[in-house]
């Protein structure tokens, strides 16, 4: 497909490309020409894809958007753009499935995900997804079945080499399975209570051990300290008090400790029992 050049710059070629043939799909390529000198070297990192979005309706073969339950493959050469809330059987990743990192609260449901020599991609390194972004995995280990090597409800990525005939055992670039997930950068996303700093059941204030800079508004969870697991919890962060005390939204329904106890005296490091908290 010829693309129409319309800038040029000694690093950069800006192009609008013509239409894409409809009768197939094929892995998106790039050959540079310049006049009077010949083809150019593309690095292997530079690629091109046309990112068809999913609530487009000529995405989809037969101009059908799926309807919850389905199962969804795809293929080598697509790249879909996720930019509205899905809910499915299965989606086979054999292409790319790119999240839209322009939109808060997208969400994806499904019994199976299986990414076979595709990329899944919610927000990239140099550009993560500040948004809210949601995967559901549904079903039951014990009850749904289990795909071969790859198990129920679950997330799988893996090559293609094995089934890809073109290649045969042989891992290429094309045939590697990708999983990219980048969300915000913070200071640290895990710490511990500060010492002797107890949150009490009915309580609605915590302070940490190191300074964090956590956005009001963020989901922490609390571990037991306790000897019953379920006494871990969750809760949503409603005021900064200072970069190591924050209030949240309701009060605690149980008591997470933060005790040191002292060793020294037994020829031993202290004994740090603190609960952790954790982004």
Same mark, same amino acid.
């Given at each position: ?5 319309? #800038? ?5 070629? $800006?192009? @609008? ?7 197939? /799909?094929?892995? +998106?390529? &790039? ?95 140099? #550009? ?5 972004? $949601?995967? @559901? ?7 749904? /079945?289990?795909? +071969?090597? &790859? ?129």
């Amino acid at each position: 497909v010829e693309c129409t050049v319309t #800038a040029v710059t000694n690093t950069a070629v $800006t192009c @609008t490309t013509n239409a894409r043939p409809l009768d197939r /799909l094929a892995e +998106p390529s &790039i050959v540079v020409t310049v006049a009077g000198k010949g083809v150019a070297v593309v690095p292997p990192v530079v690629r091109f894809k046309y990112l068809d979005r999913w609530s487009s309706v000529t995405s989809w073969q037969f101009q059908e958007i799926p309807s919850p339950g389905d199962s969804v493959t795809i293929p080598p050469g697509q790249a879909l753009l996720l930019d509205t809330n899905t809910d499915l059987f299965l989606l086979l990743v054999q292409g790319e499935l790119i999240w839209d990192t322009t939109q808060d609260g997208l969400t994806l449901d499904a019994t199976y995900i299986f990414v076979q020599g595709g990329r899944f991609e919610i927000g990239r390194e140099g #550009a993560p997804m500040m948004n809210h972004a $949601t995967v @559901t995995l549904h079903g039951d280990r014990y009850k749904n /079945l289990e795909l +071969p090597r &790859i198990g129920a409800k679950v997330l799988a990525v893996t090559d293609r080499a094995g089934s890809d005939s073109r290649h045969g055992a042989a891992i290429s670039t094309a045939s590697q399975g990708f999983l990219d997930i980048h969300g915000p950068q913070y200071r640290r996303a895990w710490t511990l209570l500060k010492k002797d700093a107890h949150v009490l059941k009915g309580s609605d204030e915590f302070e940490l051990a190191e300074p964090v800079d956590w956005p009001v508004g963020a989901t922490v969870v609390l571990p037991s300290t306790s000897t019953n697991f379920r006494q871990a919890e969750e809760v949503v962060l409603d005021t900064k008090i200072s970069d190591t005390r924050y209030r949240i939204k309701g009060t605690f329904k149980y008591d997470h400790r933060a005790d040191v106890f002292p060793a020294e005296q037994y020829g031993h490091s202290d004994f740090d029992m603190r609960g952790e908290v954790g982004l």
